[in-house]
């Protein structure tokens, strides 16, 4: 008979192959890949890259794409700590704030731990807490579509994730019930704020003296550079180091490190500027959804919700006029809803006039604080 690690003997039938038992529920992250006139469906920037990011991705990096990039960005975690107001010592970077946040699963948390999140919220934060053994527990928003404080901490999980402004929802999760959260929370606490700018929020800035919290952040919303994989957490040292075991050398490209650079150093300007035009057409786009009848809810990301009766045939029909946002089916306490990214004007207009064409019946009371399913 052969022993433990050695190898089969001859003509014995190899073993089959069968996935991890936690990843055959999962899904790979699905997006309808085909061009649209219109796109409203990612919450990117609709105004394109900042110049400055351009211009350092057009001079290149020369011959040192022949290299690796720097170790661990030190240059831009510089010009990140500035932003943000801490110290670059308490700043990862990495490809993307979904790679950080998948690091953040992996390193701190052991096979087995409970992870609490908001329901319904950023739908990686379930796949990535699943990917990396551990076990997601969903808690429902609260009648007002807010993160339920007292829930979250009653789970008495090892992490908790809270997404403000959230995703889906576009609500931000209110003050008191935060500051709740990070005090009473069992072990540490994730802060999703990938739409801070968009909120004018900065709770990235005090992680650090926090010391159980850590806040990812991104350049796809805001900075307009979705296509360079940049995001970055905030959160005390000794977090900072343990997710830097988890993620290893040269995650940030070259030439993403330099438009990333460029941008958080010589172009926040331009970001506030188009930070200024989203807001001003999301709230002028709630309001004439409102007064058209519709239902939309409140929001502090570049982002609104909208709850449909059938989000499927409304997604469909937006398509059919060269217009694509993101559509989901069932939200908890919320129902079949159209996701739609805020754009100038002449744009909205446009998903204005498409939503009364296909959804002329769709107006129905839902005031604040009302569940759909209540």
Not at 15 to 32: E, F, H, I, K, S
Request: charged residues 20%; neutral net charge.
């Amino acid at each position: 008979m052969s022993g433990a690690g050695e190898a089969p003997r001859a003509g014995a039938a190899p073993r089959a192959w069968t996935p991890r038992a936690v990843y055959q529920g999962l899904r790979a992250y699905d997006v309808d890949p085909t061009p649209c006139e219109i796109t409203l469906a990612d919450n990117t920037s609709p105004f394109g890259a900042p110049p400055a990011a351009l211009r350092a991705i057009a001079a290149g990096v020369g011959d040192r794409l022949a290299h690796y990039p720097s170790t661990y960005s030190r240059a831009l975690r510089e010009g990140i700590a500035a932003y943000v107001g801490v110290s670059p010592d308490e700043i990862m970077v990495g490809c993307g704030s979904d790679e950080i946040m998948s690091c953040a699963f992996r390193a701190l948390g052991e096979p087995g731990d409970r992870v609490a999140y908001m329901d319904p919220t950023f739908v990686m934060a379930k796949v990535f807490a699943t990917s990396n053994s551990l076990t997601p527990v969903p808690v429902p928003l609260t009648a007002r579509f807010d993160a339920d404080a007292d829930a979250l901490v009653a789970a008495q999980a090892p992490i908790t994730y809270v997404c403000t402004p959230n995703n889906p929802t576009g609500l931000p999760m209110a003050a008191a019930a935060l500051q709740q959260v990070l005090r009473e929370a069992r072990g540490l606490t994730f802060v999703d704020e990938a739409y801070a700018e968009f909120a004018g929020s900065n709770l990235a800035s005090e992680a650090p003296a926090h010391g159980r919290s850590l806040v990812f952040r991104t350049f796809s919303k805001a900075f307009g550079l979705a296509g360079m994989r940049v995001g970055f957490a905030v959160g005390a040292r000794p977090l900072i180091a343990e997710l830097e075991k988890a993620r290893g050398p040269f995650t940030v490209t070259a030439l993403g490190e330099r438009a990333a650079l460029a941008a958080v150093t010589e172009d926040l300007a331009w970001v506030t500027d188009g930070v200024a035009r989203i807001v001003a057409a999301r709230e002028r786009f709630i309001a004439a959804l409102r007064g058209a009848g519709f239902a939309p809810l409140p929001s502090a990301a570049n982002f609104v919700l909208l709850p449909v009766g059938d989000s499927r045939a409304a997604h469909a029909a937006l398509r059919e006029r060269g217009i694509l946002v993101r559509h989901f089916v069932g939200l908890p306490g919320i129902g079949d809803a159209l996701r739609i990214s805020i754009a100038d004007w002449a744009v909205m207009q446009r998903v204005l006039d498409a939503l009364l064409a296909i959804l002329p019946h769709e107006a129905r009371p839902f005031n604040a604080g009302e569940r759909a399913d209540a």
